[in-house]
């Protein structure tokens, strides 16, 4: 079954799904993954706050996690 990350998903759940999901965050720009506010809000919401586009950053993920399955 594959894994996907959408906008509306928490940051702590996309972390969740895989730890190397923080590392995508953070070269992305979202350098406060691990603050403990960041946790609960939305991929979309920190997107906004950190002037990203959501479109690329849930692409990036899911294509990471689409690699890592075929691995």
Do not use: W
Not at 18 to 35: E, K, Q, T, W, Y
Not at 43 to 52: F, I, K, Q, R, S
């Amino acid at each position: 079954m594959s894994k996907t990350v959408n906008k509306d998903m928490l940051i702590r759940e996309i972390i969740e799904i895989d730890a190397g999901n923080a590392a995508i965050l953070m070269a992305s720009g979202m350098h406060c993954v691990g603050c403990p506010a960041s946790q609960m809000e939305t991929l979309e919401e920190a997107c906004g706050v950190h002037g990203m586009d959501v479109s690329e950053v849930v692409k990036d993920i899911n294509e990471y996690l689409a690699k890592k399955e075929q691995a």
